[in-house]
């Protein structure tokens, strides 16, 4: 992947343009003084790749941890709750 050079005070400047773009895949190299001091990319996004298997774990969480008000289970202040 190419990545575009721009000065700093440039990106400085132009930052809020810059992140659209670096949200759909550009790539750029900030300089200073004509040196290369960082780069702007997509972030790793860590995600689970199935949503169905996450849901799940945090159900499972639910049930191992139940949230409690001093001795109370919440859950069991209301009969008819939803699960």
Request: net charge positive; proline share 6%; charged share 30%.
């Amino acid at each position: 992947m190419i990545k575009t050079k721009i000065g700093a005070d440039e990106a400085r400047t132009r930052l809020p343009e810059l992140l659209r773009q670096v949200r759909t895949g550009k790539r750029f190299t900030i300089t200073y003084r004509g040196r290369a001091i960082a780069d702007l990319v997509p972030a790793k996004v860590t995600r689970s790749p199935n949503a169905a298997a996450a849901i799940e774990r945090f159900q499972a969480f639910m049930r191992d941890n139940p949230v409690t008000l001093g001795n109370v289970c919440i859950r069991d202040l209301n009969p008819e709750g939803r699960g």
